[in-house]
């Protein structure tokens, strides 16, 4: 039926870049949300690998750049700064645009706090290194969270780890936050 089409076909693209344009930024050349909770649904399907970890990193300081550059400017930074975290996860983690000042990770595989945790302070790490020539510094607010299959839906945990990373901001930035 349907679901095991659906299934044959995420199964097939596991670890695929995502092709057209509903998948894909054409300002960033990130994946778009649209593919983040299509792999966040995969995860987290029994077929896929049952679990899957969510982090959501904030940009803090995006607005001033559009206003000091313009929006390419920020297209670039995060285009940037999804490469850096691209780089410190595992090749079948995902990294995307959420909106205009959030990227989001997603991990399949990750079902406890302890790994979530230490992969969103990895990526609090590269996020919050200075980028480019004239070494523009960013701050970063990171909130994480995990479910196993069946416990939680996908948009619930982009959510959740999206409320988190706002937590972390109104806090001053430069941390994360596991719920």
Same mark, same amino acid.
């Given at each position: 039926?349907?679901?095991?089409?659906?299934?044959?076909?995420?199964?097939?693209?596991?670890?695929?870049?995502?092709?057209?344009?509903?998948?894909?930024?054409?300002?960033?050349?990130?994946?778009?949300?649209?593919?983040?909770?299509?792999?966040?649904?995969?995860?987290?399907?029994?077929?896929?690998? +049952? #679990?899957? %970890?969510?982090?959501?990193?904030?940009?803090? /300081?995006?607005?001033?750049?559009?206003?000091?550059?313009? &929006? *390419? =400017?920020?297209?670039?930074?995060?285009?940037?700064?999804?490469?850096?975290?691209?780089?410190?996860?595992?090749?079948?983690?995902?990294?995307?645009?959420?909106?205009?000042?959030?990227?989001?990770?997603?991990?399949?595989?990750?079902?406890?706090?302890?790994?979530?945790?230490?992969?969103?302070?990895?990526?609090?790490?590269?996020?919050?290194?200075?980028? +480019? #020539?004239? %070494?523009?510094?960013?701050?970063?607010?990171? /909130?994480?969270?995990?479910?196993?299959?069946?416990?939680? &839906? *996908? =948009?619930?945990?982009?959510?959740?780890?999206?409320?988190?990373?706002?937590?972390?901001?109104?806090?001053?930035?430069?941390?994360?936050?596991?719920?």
């Amino acid at each position: 039926g349907p679901e095991v089409q659906w299934i044959t076909r995420r199964m097939d693209v596991v670890g695929a870049a995502p092709q057209t344009a509903a998948e894909i930024d054409p300002s960033t050349g990130l994946p778009t949300r649209f593919s983040l909770l299509d792999r966040l649904a995969w995860a987290l399907h029994p077929a896929g690998s +049952g #679990a899957a %970890g969510v982090v959501v990193i904030r940009v803090d /300081g995006l607005d001033r750049l559009v206003e000091d550059r313009g &929006r *390419p =400017a920020t297209s670039l930074v995060l285009r940037e700064i999804g490469r850096h975290i691209g780089s410190a996860l595992r090749p079948l983690d995902l990294v995307g645009q959420l909106d205009e000042e959030r990227l989001a990770a997603i991990c399949a595989g990750v079902d406890d706090g302890t790994t979530i945790a230490r992969i969103a302070e990895r990526i609090l790490d590269v996020a919050g290194r200075p980028m +480019g #020539a004239g %070494g523009l510094r960013i701050t970063p607010s990171v /909130g994480a969270t995990c479910s196993i299959s069946g416990q939680r &839906r *996908p =948009a619930a945990m982009i959510q959740d780890a999206l409320q988190a990373a706002d937590a972390v901001s109104e806090r001053g930035g430069n941390g994360f936050e596991v719920v």
